[in-house]
């Protein structure tokens, strides 16, 4: 069983800044953020390979959000720095891992790849 453990979040007005993280103590491949507005289907924001911590963003954060691992022999602690917070930034975060290998060019922000997930932090940024 993969537990991912989060913390952070919170409120901030625009322009601001805020870091999430979260914890496993399981192997993994990839581990990633995701996002979730109301009304609004998941999306990937950032991943970050667990080999060789090569990362990939979405367009909408790309310059502003940045993903990076700290990995010990106790387990694997990712953080997402966003900075310049927009109120379209509001959202559920959520962290998510993949224990697995996938196909070439398989889509690093696709949440469907990612099998285990973490319980999800509000961010609410206003204007």
């Known amino acids: 069983q993969v537990q991912l453990v989060q913390s952070g979040g919170g409120s901030v007005q625009a322009g601001g800044s805020l870091r999430l993280s979260c914890a496993t103590t399981a192997s993994t491949y990839y581990m990633g953020w995701f996002r979730q507005a109301q009304g609004k289907a998941r999306e990937g924001v950032a991943s970050?390979?667990?080999?060789?911590?090569?990362?990939?963003?979405s367009d909408s954060v790309k310059g502003r959000f940045t993903i990076a691992q700290d990995s010990k022999n106790t387990g694997t602690t990712i953080y997402l720095q966003m900075n310049s917070l927009k109120p379209e930034d509001t959202a559920i975060y959520y962290c998510a891992a993949k224990r697995t290998m996938s196909y070439s060019g398989w889509s690093r922000l696709d949440k469907n790849e990612y099998p285990y997930w973490g319980q999800g932090a509000q961010v609410t940024v206003s204007s």
């Open positions: 970050i390979s667990s080999g060789n911590s090569a990362t990939y963003y």
